[in-house]
């Protein structure tokens, strides 16, 4: 009997056990800061009111229409946990595509024994990676929760504030907790503002997360024989102190294309990671007044990580992510102190405009193609 498209579905869907993967990270996230539940309800509402505050400034720096009005999009206050299986879902929207491609290329089917194996495996693998990171983020825009199944996010998507994070570090720091919760919600802000003021940017990620994720997982057979040689690069270079250029995983990217897929999306994380940096970086003490303590004792922080959490922040890329913020920041000032904060925001008018990689790194380049 031939399978339908919705059997395809439901097959690839199997190939990760998003369940699983969500009870895993909340079972081993490390535990959060301790908070009486009265302490609890305070942060969650001054969070709120944090969020709410940063929005005009937003606008004021950015000169984005889009942040007048950011009501087709909602605030979230959550939990590690919540914020895990929030990914989850996420996940399962971009990767959605490119597994049912995978199983379709294969032509065949796996038995259903099979794919609840290999969706208890990944499942729990990919809720150990979220356990890790659920106890590091501060905050996230998420603009792909609406399409998710049975979800009922706001059609833009949503922002959400992971409390017992913000809280911790917050405490580390020995910094003002309303002061440092509003200089987060800045920038996290700003990507919800840059979503609103590209509503095509959501789908023109998409495509691109789908090309990648079809490269790699249509490379199926081959894709352990990579891990593997990966994990092996990761532990020399580890062992030679020398730090992966973009993450061990990514290094399992070959073809050509999928370094032309991967280019461009480190191109446009890092046009909207640098943005936000910009916009906080123009944040003074007028707005945030500890804010140079603040930035002081923020940036200060990566040289305590210990080896375990820094092998794995080289596995993952985070601290590729972290030159995204320099890189994406040089050339957004690079761009304003030529075209004027006006003539960067020609960005958000199309894909087009988006910068590449190489314009990202110099930004003479994507001013002579604006014409400015």
């Given at each position: 009997?031939?399978?339908?498209?919705?059997?395809?579905?439901?097959?690839?869907?199997?190939?990760?056990?998003?369940?699983?993967?969500?009870?895993?990270?909340a079972?081993?996230a490390?535990?959060?800061?301790?908070?009486?539940?009265?302490?609890?309800?305070?942060?969650?509402?001054?969070?709120?009111?944090?969020?709410?505050?940063?929005?005009?400034?937003?606008?004021?720096?950015?000169?984005?229409?889009?942040?007048?009005?950011?009501?087709?999009?909602?605030?979230?206050?959550?939990d590690?946990?919540?914020?895990?299986?929030?990914?989850?879902?996420?996940?399962?929207?971009?990767?959605?595509?490119?597994?049912?491609?995978?199983?379709?290329?294969?032509?065949?089917?796996?038995?259903?024994?099979?794919?609840?194996?290999?969706?208890?495996?990944?499942?729990?693998?990919?809720?150990?990676?979220?356990?890790?990171?659920?106890?590091?983020?501060?905050?996230?825009?998420?603009?792909?929760?609406?399409?998710?199944?049975?979800?009922?996010?706001?059609?833009?998507?949503?922002?959400?504030?992971?409390?017992?994070?913000?809280?911790?570090?917050?405490?580390?720091?020995?910094?003002?907790?309303?002061?440092?919760?509003?200089?987060?919600?800045?920038?996290?802000?700003?990507?919800?503002?840059?979503?609103?003021?590209?509503?095509?940017?959501?789908?023109?990620?998409?495509?691109?997360?789908?090309?990648?994720?079809?490269?790699?997982?249509?490379?199926?057979?081959?894709?352990?024989?990579?891990?593997?040689?990966?994990?092996?690069?990761?532990?020399?270079?580890t062992?030679?102190?020398?730090?992966?250029?973009r993450?061990?995983?990514?290094?399992?990217?070959?073809?050509?294309?999928?370094?032309?897929?991967?280019?461009h999306?480190?191109?446009v994380?890092?046009?909207?990671?640098?943005?936000?940096n910009?916009?906080?970086?123009?944040?003074?003490?007028?707005?945030?007044?500890?804010?140079?303590?603040?930035?002081?004792?923020?940036?200060?922080?990566?040289?305590?990580?210990?080896?375990?959490?820094?092998?794995?922040?080289?596995?993952?890329?985070?601290?590729?992510?972290?030159?995204?913020?320099?890189?994406?920041?040089?050339?957004?000032?690079?761009?304003?102190?030529?075209?004027?904060?006006?003539?960067?925001?020609?960005?958000?008018?199309?894909?087009?405009?988006?910068?590449?990689?190489?314009?990202?790194?110099?930004?003479?380049?994507?001013?002579?193609?604006?014409?400015?």
């Amino acid at each position: 009997m031939e399978s339908t498209a919705g059997d395809s579905s439901e097959q690839a869907q199997a190939l990760i056990n998003w369940e699983l993967a969500a009870s895993t990270a909340a079972r081993l996230a490390p535990a959060g800061p301790s908070l009486g539940s009265a302490e609890i309800g305070a942060a969650v509402e001054n969070l709120r009111l944090m969020a709410d505050i940063s929005v005009p400034h937003v606008h004021d720096i950015t000169g984005l229409e889009a942040a007048r009005d950011l009501r087709d999009s909602s605030v979230l206050v959550v939990d590690r946990a919540s914020w895990a299986k929030a990914n989850t879902q996420s996940f399962a929207v971009m990767l959605k595509p490119a597994m049912e491609k995978m199983l379709a290329g294969r032509r065949g089917s796996l038995s259903p024994g099979a794919a609840s194996v290999s969706g208890a495996i990944t499942g729990s693998q990919l809720g150990a990676v979220l356990a890790f990171l659920s106890s590091k983020v501060l905050g996230q825009y998420d603009p792909f929760s609406a399409l998710a199944e049975g979800s009922s996010a706001p059609a833009a998507g949503r922002l959400l504030l992971v409390a017992p994070n913000i809280v911790q570090v917050e405490r580390e720091l020995n910094v003002a907790p309303e002061d440092f919760r509003l200089w987060v919600c800045l920038h996290e802000q700003t990507h919800r503002v840059q979503f609103a003021a590209a509503p095509w940017l959501r789908h023109h990620m998409l495509s691109e997360i789908d090309t990648l994720s079809e490269h790699l997982l249509g490379n199926v057979d081959t894709l352990l024989e990579r891990a593997s040689a990966a994990a092996r690069s990761l532990k020399d270079r580890t062992a030679a102190g020398t730090a992966p250029g973009r993450g061990a995983i990514l290094d399992l990217l070959q073809d050509p294309e999928e370094k032309a897929s991967l280019s461009h999306l480190t191109a446009v994380m890092s046009l909207l990671e640098g943005h936000a940096n910009v916009v906080m970086d123009a944040v003074d003490s007028s707005i945030v007044p500890s804010v140079k303590t603040i930035r002081q004792r923020f940036n200060a922080r990566g040289k305590d990580r210990g080896v375990l959490e820094k092998f794995i922040r080289n596995l993952l890329g985070l601290d590729a992510k972290m030159r995204q913020y320099t890189d994406g920041a040089k050339f957004v000032r690079a761009v304003v102190d030529v075209a004027g904060m006006e003539g960067f925001n020609r960005v958000w008018e199309s894909a087009g405009n988006l910068p590449t990689e190489p314009e990202i790194h110099d930004a003479k380049l994507w001013l002579e193609r604006m014409g400015l």
